[in-house]
Each structure stands twice: as C-alpha cells, then as structure tokens.
C-alpha cells in the first residue's frame, strides 16, 4: 500500500484541525468604519435640545482636535459611560454630541442626570449622519483632527481603561 | 390546560426586550413604499442585498431595527433622486466595508473564495484524466 492513500485522510485532518481552531477564536462582532482617515462628511444638525447648540461638520475645521461622540438617551451604555466623558472634559477635551433618534425632552432628562459634557450636541433622527460616517451603534466615539479628518473610531462605551487611548489618539491629532 | 394558553399568551405580551431602543416614529420611507412602482422594485432589490448592520444574518428589507429603517429610508430616497443602485451600494461599503453588501464581490480578501473551488475542480479532473488513461 503506497503512502498516497493516507494523503486525503490527512487533507481532512488538517480541515478539521483548522475548523476547530477557528471556532475557538474570539468573534469580533464589530463592524469598523471605513471612514477613517478620511474627512467628516457634510453635516448640519439642529440643536438636540433646548440651550444646547446644534452641531456642524464646520465646526472641526479649526485646529482643534475633538472627539465626536455618537449617543442617545435611550442607550444604556451611553450611562455608563457619562463619567468617562466627563473626565475627558476635565482634561480639557472639547466632545461634541449627536444624539440619534431621540425626543428633545428626553435628552434634556438624561443631560439633568448623567451630566453633560458636550459643547455641542447635534439631532440626527434619521441617522443620517451616523450612516455618513460609517457608525453601526450606539454609543460610539470618533476622534477628529483639526482638518476635519477622522482619525481613530472606538466602537462600545468608554470604560475607564479607554481613556488614556482616546487621549492619546487626540494628542496624535495635533 | 386554558389557563395554561392565557398565562403563555400573557408572558407575551409583557414581555419587554432586552436592548434599548428609541421612541421615535420611523423615518419616513422606512416602511412607505416609493409611488413609481419601477423605482421600488429597484430599491427592494437593493435592500434584499444590504446588510443589517444591527442584527446579523438579516438583510435591511427583512429587519425592523430602527437603524435598518433609516437604511431603507436613504436607500429609497436616493433611488427616487435618481440615483443608481450600485452608486448607493458603494456609497455604503465605502462607510461599511465588505460587511455591508450581500453580494460577494472579488477582492483581496475574498479570491481565495472563488479560486479554491476552481482550483480543486481542476485537480479533481486532472486525476480523473490520470486514471482513465492508465485504464486504458
């Protein structure tokens, strides 16, 4: 008996080894915007509630890199991470808002509750802008440059350990 | 056995889901189908093909997630401005990546996809073609 005939049994082995392999990897669930690195679409939001001020893609033009926080009221990681925004405001970082698919009053509330660290917080009832900019949840956070580039996308809320990165991210963007 | 029915047909309808979702009426054309019966039927083509970027393994036409809503709403407002089909669905995969599009397409990281079975194709007849000559 030749030692061919071991060959397709050895082929299937290898398969399955494989297969096995793969399943025991971690699934990565997210879906990464492709628009990183490239410029903040077009956009001119109304105000999300009563006192704040509505939010532009003119606004990030500036000099200045800011992060671009994707949020809604009714999101409940969006909770958890009002503390981290905070610290990041305190750190002198400049967060502008888009609240998606959410009622003025009800931003108003989540603002009286949690804090608000947005010096702008544009409306987006239609996702408009978080489909422009390659986004698939809530909440997430995008770091701009001073040309209007996004730079960096992080997907979920901010946990404290993340901090460090977004502010380095934004110090990269300088 | 009828009290049974009553307290499973009552879990039903209290039951409340799980993820959070908004309050807000649907957009416009999420669910309102374009008036020029040629320009929805290519819109629904479209939407069968895109991705639901909320809910995995369901196309846009197919998902009530708000997200996919809106998603139906761009497509089909776009496509009664007159744009082309394929424009929009590269106008999403340039956000999204492969991800978003259901239609395999051939790209660096997908040829193996379609070489591989050519490939095995080929082999298969080379033996094949190996054997009867040595039949013979």
New interface residues.
């Given amino acids: 008996m030749s030692w061919r005939v071991w060959v397709p049994l050895l082929l299937f082995s290898g398969f399955l080894g494989l297969a096995a392999y793969q399943l025991t990897q971690p699934k990565d ?1 997210f ?5 990183v690195g490239e410029e903040l679409p077009y956009f001119d939001l109304p105000p999300a509630t009563q006192g704040a001020q509505g939010a532009a893609s003119a606004d990030f033009r500036d000099g200045t890199p800011r992060l671009l926080n994707i949020w ?1 009221s ?3 990681p969006c909770i958890a991470e009002a503390p981290q925004l905070e610290a990041l405001k305190q750190q002198g970082v400049e967060i502008v808002g888009i609240a ?4 003025p009053e ?1 931003v108003a509330q989540f603002l009286a509750e949690n804090g608000n660290p947005y010096a702008r917080i544009g409306r987006d ?4 802008v ?5 986004s ?2 809530v909440p997430e956070t995008f770091v701009i440059d001073g040309k209007g580039v996004i730079r960096y996308q992080h997907i979920g809320d901010i946990r404290e350990n993340d901090v460090p990165k977004l502010l380095a991210e934004l110090e990269a963007a300088r | 056995m009828i009290m049974r029915l009553l307290l499973s047909l009552a879990a039903f309808v209290l039951a409340v889901p799980l993820a959070a979702q908004d309050s807000m009426p649907p957009a416009p054309y999420a669910y309102r189908q374009l008036d020029d019966p040629a320009q929805e039927a290519a819109a629904q083509d479209l939407m069968e093909t895109l991705r639901c970027l909320k809910c995995q393994s369901q196309s846009i036409a197919d998902s009530d997630a708000p997200m996919a809503g809106d998603l139906r709403h761009q497509v089909r407002i776009r496509i009664a401005a007159g744009e082309e089909p394929e424009a929009i669905r590269q106008w999403l995969m340039q956000r999204y990546g492969d991800y978003v599009s259901y239609k395999p397409e051939v790209s660096a990281s997908t040829w193996p996809l379609f070489a591989i079975p050519l490939l095995l194709v080929l082999v298969a007849g080379g033996i094949l073609v190996g054997r009867l000559r040595r039949r013979a």
């Fill in positions: 669930d879906v990464q915007s492709a628009m809604a009714w999101c409940l998606i698919r959410d009622r009800d009832d239609l996702s408009e978080q489909l422009a900019i390659g698939s949840g």
